[in-house]
Nanobody, 124 residues
Framework: VQLQASGGGLVQAEGSLRLACADS????????MAWFRQAPGKEREFVAA????????YYADSVKGRFTISRDNAKNMVFLQMNSLKPEDTAEYYC??????????????????WGQGTQVTVSS
C-alpha cells in the first residue's frame, strides 16, 4: 500500500480546495481511510474519516459543515473537499488508512498506512 496525497496549495480565506489520496499500489481494500493534519509546532490532529462498510463519514468538530470526505472504492481513492477555508486550517494534510474500522478512528496511532502529506496554506 502506497498512499499519495495531492491537491494542496495556497488559497485565500473562504476559498476551496480538494485533496485527493490514491493508493499507487492499488492493493488497499480496507475499511477505513482518513485525513489528518499537522500545523507547525502542533500535534497531528484528526480531520475526517470514512468507513466503507458503514458507508459513513466522521468529522472533527472544527471542520463539520465545511469539509466533506468521500471515497471512490473502485479507484481506491479518498477525497477531502474543503470549503470556507480559514487561516487556522493551514497545515500539512495527511491521508491514512487501516484495514479494519476502529472505534477510535480519530486517533492517528490506529492507522497503519500513511501518505507523504500535502501542504494547505490559507491566507487571511
Amino acid at each position: 500500500v502506497q498512499l499519495q496525497a495531492s491537491g494542496g496549495g495556497l488559497v485565500q480565506a473562504e476559498g476551496s480546495l480538494r485533496l485527493a489520496c490514491a493508493d499507487s499500489g492499488r492493493t488497499f481494500s480496507g475499511d477505513a481511510m482518513a485525513w489528518f493534519r499537522q500545523a507547525p509546532g502542533k500535534e497531528r490532529e484528526f480531520v475526517a474519516a470514512f468507513s466503507k462498510s458503514r458507508n459513513r463519514a466522521y468529522y472533527a468538530d472544527s471542520v463539520k459543515g465545511r469539509f466533506t470526505i468521500s471515497r471512490d472504492n473502485a479507484k481506491n481513492m479518498v477525497f477531502l473537499q474543503m470549503n470556507s477555508l480559514k487561516p487556522e486550517d493551514t497545515a500539512e494534510y495527511y491521508c491514512a488508512a487501516r484495514l479494519h474500522w476502529n472505534v477510535q478512528y480519530y486517533k492517528a496511532v490506529h492507522y497503519t498506512y500513511w501518505g507523504q502529506g500535502t501542504q494547505v496554506t490559507v491566507s487571511s
